[in-house]
């Protein structure tokens, strides 16, 4: 019973208010005239209209769509342009066109007073966009001057309610405004930085959004201005993608570990919420140990291994193999490959560890003089050819080198590959093993005893042969004997006649002819050989004398007189 009277006391409250309002309006009637600016008292609010008392004769009623969201309160004042005050259904008046008066005073205001007014951004058009002020008021906005990043997508900003400076008013009576938005944006956003700059220390926790990423790191939304998060800052290990690590949109905490005010720049940090594993590097490492770690990134110098979280090593393309020749990296290991690895040495303060790959394995150089001993048969495989010789692999990772000069004791070889070719097995002896400069020589020839041993010993200087002609050049002719040696008649030494010149007496022989020749020198360390068919002649003609006189002292004695020897020696 109470609250009803309660209730009854209200109503007669309200109704007493309006009643006093529309007294206090008909008090103060005025003349009025089409087109101007009138408050109205809102009597009624029904689902499509709202009422006014603008203190004429009749109401005006405005449809609730010019209100929006906003619908008024009966009792309430607005103001509205009165269109016409005698229309067929009463006064007609209109809240949007009043609103738009009032719109272009605070425009005219903003526009000379330089200060920001509200929008929406509705409508892509040439150029730019469209932007509703309010009332029927609409300004364009150069798509240069909307944002105050580049804008790849305009339709992404539909609907972006923003401040805008008005930048040019061509008309008070027609909607000829160009807003600047770019402005407001980054004055805003100088703003904020510099309040940032004044009131932020390095060490200090921040909030930021990742806002976008580059191959160095990513950009972080510190509240209308950026802070670079780099690549190298967001963990103590090795960062291949920004994008592993953070989001775009992410809200994350971060530490400020560089401000420069000059430059406007801010470094931000997500490592620096954890220590340096550095510090402790020594407690847990020691050059000569022995660590596993896997390997994070390749280069043409080598492969990086980290050891654990921020301790990464750089194992160099010359420590990864004993005996092979490493030329990239990725013949060996892969990306992501668990390894072992010796620590060769570090330096903390530069953050960089050496590490060896092959130092975890035994070194076969150590026992290489060993087990190949110089005099030691080996049946292996050529490998490669070069212009002086050819290298033959002993055991995997271990190659020999055989010199063209120890391919044959008899024949000169110009190049390997007219004896051998890549792929061939064959069987040589070792030479000279040399551990301290990894070189193993091989030799084909010292398989069989050196035929220039034997010629040598058999034919001293003085002893004559018979040989075959292999070649004949300008300057002598080269003839084979015994045992496949090749020596040398020099031109000097083919006609024991002075006044044949040698290109004459050449004509006599060819290729393949024997002939018989005197042995002038022997040197077998040289592998040379001299003949001479002058001085075979010689020693024949010496030696037919010699037989003849024996003959004849034989059969007549005393009948040989100087005479005869002198005119032999003459004929010699």
Known sequence: MEQMEVEKEDAQNSKGSIQTQLEESLNNLKPLEDGQLVDGIVVQVSSEYVFLDIGYKSEGKIPVTEFADNLPKVG??????????DGRNGPEVSKAKADSKQMWKDIRKAFDEKTAVDGTIEKVVKGGFEVALGGDIHAFLPISQSDS???????????TKAKFYIERLYSDNKANVVVNRRKYLE???????????????????????VKSFTS???????????????????????VTRPKDFVKKGQEIE???????????????????????????FEEKYHVNDIVKGHVTKLTDFGAFIELEEGIEGLAHISEFSWTKKVSKPSDMVKMGDELECMILGYDIQAGRVSLGLKQVTANPWDTIAEKYPVGTHINGKVVKLTNSGAFITIEDGIDGFLHADDISWTKKVKHPGSELSVDQEVEAVVIENDPEQHRIR???????????????EEYKPGSTLEGEITSITDFGVFVKTEFGI??????????????????????????????NVYV??????????????KEFKKKQQREEISQYMSSSSDDDDGAYTLGDAFAAKNNN
Not at 188 to 204: E, H, L, P, Y
């Open 254 to 280: 971060l530490k400020v570990i560089r401000l420069d005010p000059a430059e406007k720049r801010i470094n931000l940090s997500l490592k620096h919420f954890s220590e340096d594993p550095w510090m402790h």
């Open 76 to 85: 309430e004042t607005v103001t509205v342009v009165l269109l016409r005050k």
């Open 520 to 533: 002038v020198d022997v040197n077998k360390d040289k592998e040379k050989v001299a003949f001479s068919v």
């Open 187 to 209: 004055e805003a956003m100088n703003s904020a930085r510099d309040n940032f700059f004044n009131t932020v220390q390095i060490g200090d926790t921040v909030k930021g959004t």
């Open 149 to 159: 990043q580049k804008v790849d997508k305009p339709e992404s900003l539909l609907g």
């Open 442 to 456: 091989l030799g084909l020839k010292q398989l069989t005893d050196d035929p220039w041993a034997k010629f040598a």
């Open 216 to 238: 160095f790191g990513a950009f972080i939304d510190l509240g209308g201005f950026d802070g670079l998060l780099h690549i190298n800052d967001m963990s103590w290990g090795h």
């Open 486 to 515: 090749e020596g040398l008649v020099n031109k000097s030494n083919l006609s024991d006649d002075r006044e044949v010149p040698y290109e004459e007496a050449v004509q006599k022989y060819k290729v393949g002819d024997k002939i």
